[in-house]
């Protein structure tokens, strides 16, 4: 004998028209869940890239400081003072601010991220800086973003056809002897690196000393928890003093719960769960409307309650994985499509894929609870 079909798959394609209205709405739920997932994860991971490149193992910043975007100045005198300590081995103070670049193609201004650094220590663990650092010890030079927006002009390609290529950056001439890689952000559309020297002509109203990231290596062998506790009791509390990871999760959290950016992502996501529990609890209320008559003559002949709601579950469970495998592909070509069109790291990851593959289960699970109320008034004594 052939395998049984099961009675909840008959009732699912008996009306095929039905059947692709529920899983359209289940994809579009998905989608919408998928790309403002996708939207706030590219949002925590673009604005710590610089972070997580830092070649170093202790961060100190200003105590006022809430983010790359607003940091605050402090006194170097802060980051050599931790050379008391044997267990550091090198110090490096990092300027960073925006400024205006000036497309040179177009003329148009557009406000770029620039960090400036020693020439003589890479400090940063970035394709394409090692090979150039020595170049910044030239002034005005600077190394350019390749990742930037395509708004500042095609300076990448102009680089790597081996052209000269100078902008204006603050009203001063510069010129790009190099290419890195770092990647656009919510913060900053681009970024430029240079010397310290460099950095201090282009910010004329900046001044030595006062730098807004210092870095700290340790020796090996040093425990870390140790040496950042010590260091927040012996420096003074106008810096703030981080492992990496806390700098790290430090500016993760703020664009998570300062700014309205990751709230609406959020929200975003639950708007689009709550669409697609309505979406198919529509269907599976209407399913079971027109099905009741049966329901209740399955009820006249034996079959009990629990097993019918196991019918509606089932319904449900095919609905989730069926409606989730398109919304999952138009996820990834909208991904690449957000992607090149924005050049942040929308991608595609294997928990967020899992995810919202639950989250679909859930959401038709949930709408087939609800839709479960209309079985209870499937009564045998309404047929006969």
């Not at 997580?52 to 790359?68: F, M």
């Not at 170097?76 to 193609?105: A, F, G």
């Not at 350019?144 to 000269?164: C, H, N, T």
């Not at 990834?332 to 928990?351: E, F, G, Q």
Request: glycine share 6%.
């Amino acid at each position: 004998m052939g395998q049984k079909i099961p009675l909840s798959w008959l009732q699912l394609t008996r009306e095929k028209t039905r059947l692709a209205v529920a899983l359209s709405g289940i994809a579009f739920a998905d989608i919408l869940m998928f790309m403002q997932l996708g939207f706030r994860d590219a949002l925590y991971y673009s604005n710590v890239r610089m972070h997580e490149s830092l070649k170093g193992d202790i961060v100190l910043i200003n105590s006022q400081s809430n983010a790359v975007l607003a940091m605050k100045p402090f006194s170097q005198r802060r980051l050599y003072k931790t050379l008391d300590l044997p267990e550091v081995q090198s110090v490096y103070p990092i300027y960073l601010d925006y400024t205006s670049w000036k497309n040179p193609v177009t003329g148009r201004p557009r406000s770029i991220l620039t960090f400036g650094i020693n020439p003589e220590v890479n400090v940063f663990d970035l394709p394409g800086v090692d090979e150039n650092l020595s170049k910044l010890k030239l002034p005005d030079v600077v190394l350019f973003d390749r990742s930037s927006r395509l708004e500042y002009g095609p300076i990448a390609e102009d680089v790597d056809q081996g052209k000269v290529v100078s902008a204006e950056v603050r009203r001063r001439r510069i010129k790009v002897v190099g290419l890195f890689t770092l990647g656009a952000s919510f913060g900053a559309d681009g970024n430029l690196i240079t010397s310290d020297v460099n950095f201090l002509r282009l910010f004329s109203n900046r001044q030595r000393g006062l730098i807004d990231i210092g870095l700290i290596k340790l020796k090996p062998g040093a425990d870390l928890a140790v040496v950042t506790e010590y260091l927040r009791t012996y420096l003074p509390t106008d810096v703030n003093v981080l492992t990496k990871q806390e700098f790290i999760d430090f500016e993760r959290n703020y664009w998570a719960s300062s700014t309205a950016i990751g709230f609406i992502f959020t929200l975003g996501t639950i708007m689009g769960f709550i669409v697609g529990t309505v979406i198919v609890y529509q269907i599976l209320y209407t399913e079971v409307t027109d099905h009741l008559s049966e329901y209740a003559t399955l009820k006249a002949i034996g079959y009990t309650q629990n097993y019918l709601l196991t019918v509606i579950l089932q319904e449900a469970f095919m609905l989730a994985v069926l409606g989730y495998i398109p919304g999952f592909a138009c996820a990834l070509v909208m991904y690449k499509v957000a992607r090149d069109a924005t050049l942040l790291p929308v991608a595609m990851s294997n928990y967020r894929a899992v995810m919202v593959l639950l989250l679909t289960i859930i959401m038709c699970f949930i709408s087939g609870i609800i839709a479960m109320r209309k079985l209870r008034s499937a009564d045998p004594a309404d047929i006969f």
